[in-house]
């Protein structure tokens, strides 16, 4: 069942990119040949005005077939007739559907919260050997670890585990004032827990609560959204810096898998549902980041080489042929099969081992 609804969802968080581009399309007067949810044979079309809306056989995503997309179009109403900016948002309004798709997910989510944990320090486990005025002590706001700001009360474990586990810089706030700790000794040791168990963490202790209100939910939502963003670049950025290899990517089959796997293992069918929710926001918004990344066949790549013919044009005040966009698209999906290729075959290893 769970391996059906993570079909669904991957399908339907494509879907709503390309919903993105379609209303954006609409709004600046593109002409849109054919809108499609689902991939493969035709299940149902209707012509309406200029669209041709599809519903089809396979549930893995869709597209918005725009006029003057690929090439060169003397449609007054294709994209490569539109100016600059109607074009930059068009193209950015997938990612940015994505993105508030994930901020909704996450509002959906929080909706039944009472409280959230604020990044305040209440408390030391037992042998805690960084407190004092000079280290960490009790009542400190922590602002920030080694110069990631802290959003959440979240934020703390995912960046004390992105550290070198021996010193931290921290910025708190204490007794109202900003101050900056340089080289606190912290490290996860065996600490022993109130039931008398023994369990390794960094031993920081965090009780203070805030009353969730509507607004707070939604600061919550958003503050959690702009946290996956950065977590997409530094997985970017481990990638680059070869901290993490190909072999450590996902693709759909990977994605699937993944959600299968964290309902199938969930305690109940409450549970389940609402971690496949919060994994479907880190989702959709790592599709919104990656898919601004300036790569040709990416939307980002759309942006910057239309930024960069725009800026060719008014220096030579010649325009660049589109054919020479066209190549580099068509080089940059080339290479996006042969990576996703690459990836889909490490995920069906890795079902097998």
């Known amino acids: 069942m769970y391996i059906l609804i993570a079909i669904l969802i991957f399908g339907v968080l494509i879907a709503v990119h390309e919903l993105g581009h379609f209303l954006a399309a609409k709004l ?39 006029e003057g997309e690929e090439g060169d179009s003397e449609d007054p109403k294709a994209l490569n007739r539109k100016k600059l900016l109607p074009r930059l948002i ?79 810089d921290f910025v708190v706030r204490r007794d109202g004032e900003k101050l900056a700790l340089h080289d606190v000794p912290l490290s996860p040791q065996a600490y022993e827990n109130p039931d008398g ?9 965090f009780g203070e609560t805030v009353e969730a209100t509507p607004l707070v939910k939604c600061r919550i939502a958003c ?35 993944t959600i299968s796997d964290v309902g199938s293992q969930a ?25 601004l990344l300036p790569l040709p066949a990416l939307d980002g790549g759309h942006i910057f080489i239309s930024c960069i013919t725009a800026l060719i044009t008014k220096i030579t005040r010649r ?15 080339m290479a996006l099969m042969l990576l996703m290729l690459v990836i889909t075959a490490s995920d069906i290893t890795k079902l097998f081992v």
Request: net charge negative; aromatic share 12%; hydrophobic share 50%.
């Open 319 to 333: 325009p660049v042929d589109p054919k020479y966009e066209g190549y580099l698209n068509y080089a940059g999906f």
């Open 90 to 168: 068009i193209f950015a309004a997938g990612a940015l559907m994505n993105f508030a798709a994930g901020v909704v997910i996450l509002l959906l989510l929080y909706s039944n919260l009472s409280f959230v944990y604020a990044p305040v320090i209440t408390g030391f486990a037992d042998g805690f050997p960084a407190r004092g005025e000079s280290a960490l002590m009790e009542g400190d706001r922590i602002l920030s670890i080694d110069g990631e700001p802290i959003y959440l009360y979240e934020d703390i474990s995912v960046f004390l585990n992105m550290g070198d586990g021996e010193s931290y």
């Open 197 to 205: 168990t023994t369990s390794v963490r960094f031993g920081l202790n």
């Open 28 to 66: 600046f007067g593109v002409r849109v040949n054919e809108f499609s949810i689902g991939m493969g044979p035709a299940l149902f079309q209707r012509q309406k005005g200029d669209t041709l809306y599809s519903l089809r056989v396979l549930p893995i995503g869709g597209y918005c077939a725009m």
């Open 267 to 291: 305690s109940s069918l409450y549970m389940a549902l609402a971690n496949i929710g919060y994994l479907t926001a880190l989702i959709t918004i790592n599709l919104a980041v990656m898919n």
């Open 223 to 257: 503050l959690n959204a702009v946290d996956f963003v950065r977590l997409t670049w530094y997985s970017l950025k481990m990638l680059v810096t070869g901290q993490v290899g190909l072999a450590d990517m996902s693709g759909p089959i990977g994605i699937v898998t």
